[in-house]
């Protein structure tokens, strides 16, 4: 897969969508279009670029990104490399849009990128501190829902900036 290469997305504003023939605003969502169930691990790649302020890669805002049922996720948050030197992500931040927990175990950063011994989970603590240029998520789609993710980026001057999308769902994953 190209580095830059996503199911669409964009700055400010952008869904994790985890859902199954979801329909909005009276149709089918467009992103559903190219979702294929049961297909296994999607890896997502989330890149995180300077143009005019910190925004996404390719548009990502106005395509949701979408994780069909019965599929799991990587999502690969990670700072353009142009930008390697100038900025890092100080946090990954996911919460339902409802506004109520995720499920236990439904977004995680694995033992080996957090900064503990253990893997970090966004139903104890949906901001996870993880300053680097690079984190993993697991989407582990067990639930269908809609998500609100945020991406804190610190320059080296010591600004934070957040960018903010959203991730759509499916469920059914076991």
């Known amino acids: 897969m190209d580095y830059f290469n ?21 149709g089918l969502a467009p992103a559903m279009a190219d979702c294929q169930p049961h297909s296994g691990t999607q890896v997502e790649h989330i890149v995180v670029t300077y143009d005019g302020g910190w925004t996404f890669a390719d548009g990502r805002k106005e395509n949701e990104l979408v994780v069909c049922e019965g599929n799991k ?3 690969i948050f990670r700072m353009d490399p142009r930008h390697a030197r100038s900025a890092r992500i100080q946090t990954v931040s996911i919460v339902p849009s409802d506004g109520s927990k995720a499920p236990v175990d439904e977004f995680v950063v694995p033992a ?4 503990g011994s ?15 240029q690079r984190v993993t998520v697991l989407n582990n789609n067990r639930k269908a829902g809609v998500y609100d993710y945020t991406v ?4 080296s001057r010591g600004d934070i900036r957040s960018v903010d999308p959203k991730i759509r769902n499916g469920g059914g994953a076991n």
């Open 118 to 132: 253990a893997p970090l989970d966004f139903r104890d603590n949906p901001s996870q501190s993880v300053s680097a």
């Open 73 to 75: 996720a990587q999502l």
């Open 112 to 115: 080996n990128e957090a900064q």
């Open 6 to 26: 996503t199911h669409g997305g964009g700055p400010r504003t952008a869904h994790l969508i985890l859902a199954s023939g979801l329909w909005l605003l009276g």
């Open 152 to 155: 804190q980026v610190r320059t």
